[in-house]
């Protein structure tokens, strides 16, 4: 195993280290213990992410039965999290205790809401096995779960003891999985850094070959930045709204489909395009700039169809969309490959709009 990349988010008085290398997954129980982790550790995954990974970190976690979630988003929710309270109550753990979540985005926010809840608080630990948990979901301290109504409506802000982030564990998952992760990272190229998002467009083929010598850079860099936007805003109250690009659209589309249809990145991508279109229409960004995220987004391969949902549905479930403040839509928009601005005077004109050219339906 080569030198692991270190980064910290720091929040207040608090540091949450994020280890990147590969192989560390066989090194966990080690890494731990150097890391001050309790002894006491139970692991939360799901039956597809167990049976791929489980022999392997079971050795190197030294034993232990996993408590196991049903696999989907649709089972982001308050069921699953009471599926975890049972086995630790039943176990006694207490405040010294760990949750060790192994998964995606869908584990790691309900494993963490857990521990954010259970006692009014136990360490966590994120081992996020794939791309979009990785550079996105595993970092930053926000977890929750779904409602009916709306995702992530029910959450909290909770900092992991330690992430550990294994592009190894990647080499297993599906390419359309994969591909959802390449969204987020697109996402970091188009907020933060044209370097990121002019190398995805250069790296394509090696990314999907999942080369370390592309891959690894590219989790390392979006990892840098939300690491540096969490440490200056922990809890959205400005900065860290630049993460939330793509997501106003892209979560409507997830709750209007019951979490079935899209993976999170592929709604991401069309949030993404999206807010370009509603960007272009406002004079913010030039239409090359569009054009260029479009392209790359294409490039990266098909995003499931929307020409069957209804504006006013999607329109109704970002009006219940967590990032409404005081009856005002906070929507992040480009202004170039790179930056961004946050605007709250978007009109239901303007939405509907933009979702037509996004071809839904009136």
């Not at 990974?53 to 050795?59: M, P």
Request: with cysteine.
């Amino acid at each position: 195993m080569s030198n692991p990349t270190h980064i910290d988010v720091t929040t207040g008085n608090r540091t949450s280290p994020i280890v990147i290398g590969e192989g560390l997954s066989d090194e966990l129980g080690p890494l731990l213990d150097r890391h001050g982790v309790g002894a006491r550790r139970f692991i939360v995954s799901n039956p597809v992410v167990w049976r791929l990974h489980g022999e392997r970190l079971r050795v190197a976690l030294g034993g232990g039965d996993p408590i196991l979630l049903p696999d989907g988003e649709r089972f982001k929710n308050l069921q699953s999290v009471s599926k975890i309270y049972e086995p630790l109550i039943r176990a006694n753990a207490d405040r010294g205790s760990t949750i060790i979540a192994v998964g995606g985005g869908v584990v790691g926010d309900t494993a963490g809401f857990a521990a954010a809840t259970f006692l009014r608080g136990v360490a966590v630990v994120h081992v996020p096995t794939t791309l979009l948990a990785q550079v996105d979901s595993s970092i930053g301290g926000k977890v929750g779960v779904n409602h009916a109504l709306g995702k992530n409506l029910i959450g909290a802000f909770h900092q992991p003891a330690l992430v550990v982030i294994d592009p190894a564990l990647l080499k297993t998952l599906p390419r359309r999985e994969f591909r959802s992760g390449l969204y987020e990272v697109v996402k970091y190229g188009v907020i933060s850094s044209r370097e990121l998002f002019d190398r995805l467009n250069a790296d394509t083929k090696a990314l999907f070959a999942k080369d370390g010598r592309a891959l690894v850079p590219a989790i390392v860099e979006s990892c840098r930045i939300k690491a540096d936007v969490v440490s200056k805003d922990e809890r959205e109250s400005g900065l860290r709204r630049i993460l939330n690009y793509g997501h106003t659209v892209g979560h409507a589309l997830e709750a209007v489909t019951n979490y079935r249809r899209f993976r999170h990145g592929e709604a991401i991508a069309l949030g993404m395009l999206a807010a370009a279109d509603l960007a272009v229409a406002r004079g913010a960004l030039a239409e090359r700039e569009r054009q260029a995220l479009a392209q790359l987004i294409a490039k990266l391969g098909p995003l499931p169809s929307v020409a069957d949902l209804s504006i006013p549905e999607i329109l109704e479930a970002m009006r219940r969309d967590k990032k409404v403040v005081n009856g005002r839509l906070h929507f992040v928009i480009a202004i170039e490959i790179g930056a961004t601005m946050t605007v709250d005077d978007v009109t239901e004109d303007e939405l509907r709009a933009v979702l037509v050219r996004l071809g839904l339906k009136g």
